[in-house]
């Protein structure tokens, strides 16, 4: 499996507008068996992502599918950057493919 | 929701060993949505723990549970110690409540 953990700022006071944009993009990609999206509670304008695939390709492959291009293309003004990121290999767990 | 993204060190060669028992102990916590424990593959030591839980109080009930009993009591000796320890609130995504 092929992991990410990720914090994303969003522009000053729009993080529940990109966090929405977000949600949005998420359905229906293959090979994703896990990405959750998350204010942090210490950091106004932070979410962090994580995310677990069943390899890096899908992980590639959806970035090029037309929900998530429109979720980028839509999210990008909103973004001030990305701070951690962390590349994983997670090992199993619950919530991860049903398991 | 609430959620929890750990970075925890196992003593020096212990990682898979210190793996293999935390995923002993994740199954059946009520409460508990998401729960990814992941390889570090850029330092050799060390596990990222990834949780998503209907509320605070079902993580900390967890900590109660025999089975997470067991495995803290068998996994402490080889822990070296917890780096980042990061409190989330998830918004929601893919592979929590079956979502």
């Known amino acids: 499996m092929h992991g990410l953990i ?13 966090a929405a944009i977000l949600l949005k993009g998420t359905g229906g990609m293959p090979g994703c068996l896990s990405y959750v999206i998350a204010n942090d509670p210490a950091d106004t304008d932070a979410l962090w992502i994580t995310e677990v695939w069943v390899d890096e390709a899908s992980h590639r492959a959806s970035l090029q599918l037309p ?14 950057g990305f701070e951690t990121q962390i590349v994983t290999v997670p090992l199993g767990g619950v919530g991860i493919g049903g398991t």
Chains 1, 2 share one sequence.
Request: aromatic content about 0%; hydrophobic content about 45%.
């Open 67 to 80: 929900a998530v291009q429109a979720a980028i293309a839509e999210g990008r003004p909103l973004i001030a």
């Open 6 to 18: 990720g914090k994303m700022r969003a522009q000053p006071g729009k993080r529940d507008e990109l």
